[in-house]
């Protein structure tokens, strides 16, 4: 490897795209394309950085598979930056595995944590902890050290474990200062934020707040019932009951939860559950029916009995009933928080994070960019969609990961 080439990949090792293109700008051999769309990327110009990478993997000659496993990793990255998360993963792990056959253990381990980063954008925390379990930070440069303590922090967060999360983002600060890299320290501080960022709202008697996230990891352990609206479960010491799959059931429980002490009037019940703006004789009916469904799921944390106007919310072993509440509340709120990370994501990314369908998530994108709420670029599948991050809420609490217990 020629003198420019080694001193280019020295700058992009300590995050100076421009002073890796002034030394290889002009060249087209393949290390310096691939240096080149390494550079292209730092600086955010992902599309062109995937078309370098991918000329130089090709121009890479078949003995070199060591380096036509670094440009598949590198093309990786930029997926998962640009929230391609339908690039093929069977492509990375086979370069991993031919990195760690050729002692390439730095660049083998980059290839794991775009897996488990990936894994963890699309809530997979088990299969996420499960990789990451296998490595071990301690020989790793300081870039990488960073990158491991923030998947660590991410996974915490998403269990509701802030003191690990805490302690992960304390080791990745000291890591991303020893690294030198501006971009890795600013993402080291933009992850920290969510800890100081309001996670969710408490709802109790007719007055609400803003919760932090270690509240809201406090509040698992009292003793209150709390009807969890973030996760669409009612939780009560220990025990767990999902309404995630009984929308109906749900908003009942919700309403009544809402208006704890005091009971809920059955037309307010019907407009909640049913959507209905006047209730007739069918929706009572129905009301009835449905109230009967959601007693029998809750029977071991709370009863709902009837009152002359309506029902009420009679909890079993708490002496306090509150909700759990999204800081911010809107009909495609989970979408927005998803793209409230900053990035660019295509509809088929957010529908696979979601676990929706493409067509459900592609109406809630439109609905929004008909309220200025998001905006697109591109054509096609090349269509992304994006919104500045949103102030003063953190979107922990609406990607779609079980709390400890679900």
Not at 208 to 220: I, K, M, N, T
Request: glycine fraction near 6%; include cysteine; proline fraction near 6%.
């Amino acid at each position: 490897m020629d003198s420019l080439i080694t001193a280019a990949a020295r700058a992009l090792a300590a995050g100076d795209p421009l002073g890796a293109l002034n030394r290889v700008a002009l060249r087209d051999d393949a290390p310096a394309l691939a240096l080149r769309g390494i550079a292209m990327a730092q600086l955010g110009d992902l599309v062109r950085a995937k078309a370098l990478l991918r000329s130089a993997a090709r121009a890479f000659g078949p003995r070199e598979a060591v380096a036509r496993a670094r440009c598949v990793v590198a093309e990786a990255e930029i997926a998962l930056v640009s929230r391609d998360l339908t690039w093929p993963a069977k492509a990375l792990d086979a370069a991993r595995a031919t990195l760690e056959a050729h002692g390439d253990r730095v660049n083998a381990a980059h290839a794991r944590y775009l897996e488990v980063r990936r894994l963890l954008l699309i809530g997979r925390l088990d299969q996420a902890e499960h990789l990451l379990a296998d490595l071990d930070p301690t020989p790793f440069p300081p870039a990488l050290r960073t990158a491991h303590e923030l998947v660590v922090a991410g996974i915490a967060m998403r269990r509701l474990r802030t003191e690990t999360a805490r302690a992960a983002l304390t080791r990745a600060e000291d890591a991303a200062r020893r690294a030198g890299i501006p971009g890795l320290t600013a993402e080291v501080e933009s992850a920290a934020r969510i800890l100081a960022t309001p996670a969710a709202r408490l709802m109790a008697r007719g007055m609400e707040r803003p919760l932090l996230l270690e509240e809201v990891e406090a509040l698992q352990t009292t003793s209150v019932l709390v009807v969890d609206a973030c996760r669409h479960v009612v939780r009560n010491a220990g025990t767990v009951v999902s309404l995630a799959r009984r929308p109906v059931l749900f908003a009942l429980a919700r309403a009544l939860a809402e208006a704890w002490p005091g009971d809920v009037p059955r037309g307010t019940l019907v407009a909640r559950a049913f959507r209905a703006k006047h209730a007739d004789e069918s929706h009572r009916a129905r009301l009835r029916v449905e109230v009967g469904r959601l007693r029998a799921t809750l029977r071991t944390l709370a009863g709902v009995s009837a009152t002359k106007r309506g029902f009420v919310l009679v909890p079993r072993h708490a002496g306090e009933i509150v909700v759990l509440a999204r800081p911010v509340e809107e009909p495609h709120a989970a979408v927005l928080a998803f793209l409230a990370d900053g990035e660019s994501w295509s509809s088929s990314a957010l529908a696979l994070a979601l676990g929706a369908s493409q067509r459900t998530v592609q109406r809630a994108l439109d609905a929004l960019a008909a309220a200025d709420k998001v905006q697109s670029f591109g054509r096609g599948r090349a269509r992304r969609w994006m919104t500045p991050p949103v102030p003063g809420f953190t979107t922990t609490l609406l990607l779609p990961a079980p709390l400890p217990g679900d």
